[in-house]
């Protein structure tokens, strides 16, 4: 149920320190009794909203309703929002289609906030760390905004920068989360079924991780390391500046190329664009097989050919890890998915941890009811959506009684954005788990890595 907001701390094996360490800061009872009673007052404002408007010209419905005042509650609950935008499986789909307002609705902060933080946390003027910064970000999030500048020797990098303030009012809005999600599980059957608290928690880890920004700048880190292991030059995360980062500040490389939802521009580029995506495609296969994790958030702004014909992987934000049972598990689920293979599909899920008593369940109807749901996608000319994937997981799952493990569920989803780019640029024919090109690469990656181990 929580796959889409999973991530870990650190590959392999956790221990309950690296999980401690995913928890957002203690917050002082006061503060949180003060952000109480405004979290109660506008939740209650847009609820009388909803009972007086939802006849009325206006029409304000549940969904509108939820969204505007978590917009006006702020980054964490806009952040939770964008959790329900992309998450159709896992909530109401008339709740995502509301929430997806929120993806591009996040204003950005003062210039003169940028500055102030900047200068904190690096520990000098901005004009001795940058020979220019732009005012303009090139981008707000809910966490944080992202502006173009130049470093002193020329180089061009962009600043991430995080929204002063946040940590705190993250500390107070999840602790309030938690205790709405304990109260409803003890209310309602269907939170207890929805594992609400269990959601919250996984929704503090993951804002835990992105709160830190060294979290991010190591997994670039290892992003690129694994690309020299594998002899690789034409695939790459930005390089960080050190120097210019910290928790809360993000110094690194600037990429300048195209989308790989944008066609014609990628097909007007000059590059062979299907090998390149195949390319890049390998790469984030190569990241899962040899360390264990994968970028957990590969839309299109995050997925690039660059002008210098290399394909850059942007914001390692949500990253998912597996320990090396795990990773093994989910490689004989990807493969069984390639090789059509649905028993063996159905047995590396129940070896993940799907069902509480694996032996209750039967694997060879297991694996005919997936080949039901999902032999569709396998057809190039059977007109499959791979957005339904992680639907169709859900029902199979739900009839025999599972719980999805939640890295699953989030590298499914890394697979239907792939599955996006990969049939607008090579056709239908062109399918991420059937393509025979990129098969033989995996099991060529695969078999180096055995044999190095």
Known sequence: MTAMVAA???????????????????????????????????????????????????????????????EVLGPTYVKLGQLIASGEALFPERYSEEFRKLLDRVPAFDAALVVETLERELG???????????????????????????????????????????????????????????????????????????????????????????????????????????????????????????PRVLTMERFTGWRLDDTDALRASGYDVEERL???????????????????????????????????????????????????????????????DFERVARAMLAMGTASDPNAVDAEKLGDDLAIAYAPMLDPDGGFNMRDLVPAMIRVSRAHDLRMPRDLVLVTKQLVYLDRYTRAIGGAQMNVLTDQRLTNLIMQDMFAAMWAA
């Open 8 to 70: 870990r701390a650190a590959v392999g094996d956790e221990s309950e320190h690296d999980r401690e360490e995913r928890r957002i800061a203690h917050v002082t009872w006061w503060k949180a009794a003060l952000r109480l009673v405004v979290v109660v007052t506008v939740f209650a404002y847009w609820g009388w909203r909803w009972l007086l408007d939802r006849v009325g010209p206006e029409h304000v419905t549940g969904p509108v309703a939820l969204r505007k005042a978590f």
């Open 278 to 340: 195949l390319t890049g495609i390998r790469a984030w296969f190569q990241t899962l097989i040899l360390r264990g994790f994968f970028h957990g958030d590969v839309h299109a702004g995050n997925f690039m050919l660059l002008r210098d014909g290399r394909v850059g992987y942007l914001d390692f934000g949500i990253v998912g890890v597996f320990d090396e049972a795990q990773k093994k598990n989910v490689l004989e689920y990807v493969l069984g998915f390639q090789s059509r």
């Open 124 to 246: 000098r003027p901005v004009h001795r760390a940058f020979a220019s910064l732009e005012q303009k970000p090139m981008a707000a999030a809910s966490i944080a905004q992202v502006h173009a500048a130049t470093l002193p020797d020329g180089r061009q990098v962009v600043v991430k920068v995080q929204r002063p303030g946040i940590g705190e009012r993250a500390a107070c809005d999840v602790a309030l989360m938690r205790l709405f999600a304990g109260l409803a599980q003890r209310m309602s059957l269907h939170a207890r079924r929805a594992n609400l608290l269990a959601v919250i928690e996984d929704f503090e880890s993951n804002l835990a991780l992105e709160l830190d920004f060294g979290n991010e700048a190591r997994r670039m880190r290892e992003f690129n390391e694994v690309m020299r292991s594998m002899g690789t030059d034409s695939v790459a995360a930005p390089v960080v500046h050190d120097e210019l980062s910290s």
